[in-house]
C-alpha cells in the first residue's frame, strides 16, 4: 500500500503535505524538522490528510510515487528539502538548510502541485 496508518503524536494538527517521523510514542509519527538529526533521519512519510492530535490517520509512505496537491504555484524539477521550522503546513522548504543539522531531500515537484515522494537523507551538518 501506498499508505499506513500512524497516530500523530504532536500536540497540534497534521495537515495533508506535512513531512513526519516516527517516532517511539506509541509507534506513532510527529511533525518532522531539520533541528535535529534523529528526526531527519527516520522520515516516515507525508501526511494524506489532516490528522488532529491524538488521532490515527493515513501517511504516504511509498518512495517514488507523486503526492498530489501539497505544493502550491511549484516550477516542475524543484527540490524539496525538510524545513527547519518543523510546524504544520511549513516542513517543506525549496532552499537547503543551513543550520540544519540534518540535511534531508524530500522530494522533486512533479509541477505546480504534485510531489514525487523522494526522501533521502543527506548530511549530519554537524559532523
Known amino acids: 500500500s501506498d ?4 497516530t500523530n503524536n504532536n500536540a497540534g494538527s497534521i495537515v495533508k503535505g506535512d513531512v513526519v517521523f516516527k517516532n517511539a510514542t506509541n509507534d506513532g509519527c510527529d511533525l518532522a524538522d531539520a533541528d535535529t538529526v534523529s528526526n531527519g533521519s527516520t522520515i516516515l512519510g507525508l501526511a ?21 496537491a501539497v505544493l502550491t504555484a511549484a516550477t516542475a524539477g524543484t527540490i524539496y528539502y525538510l524545513s527547519t521550522t518543523g510546524t504544520s503546513t511549513n516542513t517543506l ?10 540535511l534531508v531531500r524530500i522530494g ?20
Open 48 to 68: 494524506n490528510a489532516t490528522i488532529t492530535a491524538s488521532s490515527s490517520g493515513a501517511i504516504f509512505v511509498a518512495r517514488g510515487k507523486v503526492i498530489t
Open 93 to 102: 522548504t525549496t532552499t537547503a538548510p543551513s543550520g540544519g543539522p540534518a
Open 3 to 6: 499508505t499506513v496508518n500512524y
Open 108 to 127: 522533486i515537484a512533479k509541477n505546480a502541485t504534485d510531489l514525487i515522494f523522494d526522501p533521502a537523507f543527506i548530511a549530519d551538518t554537524t559532523a
